[in-house]
Structures are given as C-alpha cells and as structure tokens.
C-alpha cells in the first residue's frame, strides 16, 4: 500500500456506480477510495440517490470518502480566463434581473464600484431617480440599476456576501 501523500487519485466516472446515472454539470456526487489490494487505489462515485442506500454498507476496503459537484467544464474554462471586474461586471448583469431587495442592494453597491472602476458610466436617472441607467463602456449595453440608499442597507455584510460571489 503506498503512503497517503504518493497515492494518485483516479478521475471521476461520467456515470454512477451503482444506478449508472449520468453525473451532469451542476450535480452533487459523492466518491470514496477503496484499497485494491495492489499498487493502486479504486475510486467508485455515486450519484446522490445511490450514495444514500451505500451510505449504510460501506466497504472495509475504503480509505476515505468525500463529496463534490460535477463542474461545467465549459463554463470553468470561460472563468479561468476572466478578470475580477469581468466577473463583476457579470455578476452585476445577474443581480440587476433578480426581484429581491437584498440581490438590487447588491447590484447597486457593485454598480458603484464598476462606475469607479470606469468599467460603467452612468446616463441619466429614470422613473423619478429611482432607477440609474448605466452603460457598459466594453459594449454600450445599458443596464437599469436601482438606487438604494447607503443608509437603508448593511454596506459591509453586502461586500462580504460579493466578494463570496466573485471568489467562486
């Protein structure tokens, strides 16, 4: 058996072990590592539905077990290459269509820090200054953003909830 700092960790299944389901991007999988008696390990993955029944038997043989989430390897490969204020500047175009109070004070407090970073300029104010209208200086692209006022939401706990979005 080797020593847990040289072993190799095979790849993950496209499929579950055991109910032979597609691990789609997006999906929860769990795995665990079993010895095989020999110079390598054996990996087994199994879908979420799979792992609760396996979860009560496991093998002897298994080393360890952990939980993951299939990644969209396309989108992973688009991310890699973005810069902080690119993110940024997506996640702002994702916050602006939400609804809730707390996803527009969010949109808001990036959109200021996008418009200092000169990465959006701001047009004019619509419905009664309730709402700004920003331009994205790349492509033009405008995007209602509505005003909130600094004093009504928890700026702080704001930053920290964006620079968790941003990290991911």
């Known amino acids: 058996m080797k020593l847990p700092f040289q072993i190799e960790i095979p790849k993950r299944s496209a499929a579950c072990c055991a109910g032979e389901e597609r691990l789609e991007p997006g999906m929860d999988y ?7 008696d020999g110079d390598e390990f054996m ?4 879908c979420s ?3 609760t029944a396996k979860a009560e038997n496991l093998p002897d043989a298994m080393l360890t077990h952990w939980k993951s989430k299939v990644i969209d390897q396309k989108q992973a490969q688009e991310d890699l290459f973005k810069s902080r204020d690119e993110k940024a500047l ?3 175009k994702e916050l602006s269509q939400s609804e ?4 527009q004070s969010e949109a808001f407090i990036l959109c200021l820090y996008l418009a ?3 990465h959006l300029y701001h047009r004019k104010d619509i419905d009664e200054g309730q709402v700004g209208l920003y331009e994205v200086a790349a492509t033009e692209e405008m995007l209602p953003i509505k005003k909130i006022s600094l004093a ?3 700026a702080e706990k704001i930053q920290k909830e964006i620079a968790r979005k941003l990290k991911v």
């Open 30 to 36: 769990f795995s665990i590592l079993v010895d095989s």
């Open 43 to 46: 990996r087994e993955d199994y």
């Open 49 to 51: 539905a799979c792992w």
């Open 90 to 92: 997506a996640l702002l």
């Open 100 to 103: 809730e109070a707390e996803k």
């Open 116 to 118: 200092r970073k000169r």
């Open 152 to 154: 009504d939401i928890d």
